[in-house]
């Protein structure tokens, strides 16, 4: 079907701009979108990314949420940008190191605002943080961003 060709390119066209997000170079991980409303996001905690008493820091908590609940809620939007107005996040257990996987969820939300929710989980499949956001429509095209498109077109 043509709708989901338009979808795929979209979502291969928002994976591209999250990668070209230069935040991310600061932060190095991969996110994937493989349906509507879901978003995916690997990365490795190491000391690095660390507070003093040796775990990882929560900017990193809020940094893959909030993108993970960010790109679920903007694989529904293929004109604009979307923009967090909130986001609730809870810490259930600290992370020393390893692989990380943030899971985004679309929960509601069709014209201005969105709900979206996501988890992270460990190497071992447990979870150590979640939280929900509300983010809605800006006036930026997604059209004129530079890191929104497909690769190699």
């Known amino acids: 079907m043509i709708e989901d060709q338009g979808a795929e390119l979209h979502y291969?066209?928002?994976?591209?701009?999250y990668?070209?997000?230069?935040?991310?170079?600061?932060?190095?991980s991969r996110l994937t979108i493989p349906s509507r409303g879901t978003a995916r996001i690997e990365f490795d905690v190491d000391e690095r990314v660390y507070h003093a008493a040796g775990a990882a820091h929560g900017t990193i908590?809020?940094?893959?949420?909030?993108d993970a609940a960010f790109y679920a809620a903007n694989s529904l939007v293929s004109d604009r940008f979307l923009l967090t107005t909130g986001f609730n996040?809870?810490?259930?257990?600290?992370?020393?190191?390893?692989?990380?996987?943030?899971?985004?969820?679309?929960?509601?939300?069709?014209?201005?605002?969105?709900?979206?929710?996501?988890n992270l989980?460990?190497?071992?499949?447990?979870?150590?943080?979640?939280?929900?956001?509300?983010?809605?429509?800006?006036r930026i095209a997604l059209s004129s961003l530079p890191g929104y498109g497909v690769i190699g077109q």
């Open 12 to 17: 291969r066209a928002l994976e591209s701009l």
């Open 19 to 28: 990668a070209s997000a230069p935040i991310n170079t600061l932060f190095p």
């Open 61 to 66: 908590y809020f940094k893959m949420l909030d």
């Open 89 to 118: 996040l809870h810490f259930t257990a600290p992370v020393r190191g390893g692989r990380v996987i943030a899971h985004g969820r679309w929960i509601s939300g069709k014209r201005r605002v969105f709900v979206a929710e996501a």
């Open 121 to 138: 989980t460990n190497e071992d499949g447990e979870e150590i943080g979640r939280g929900t956001g509300t983010f809605m429509r800006s």
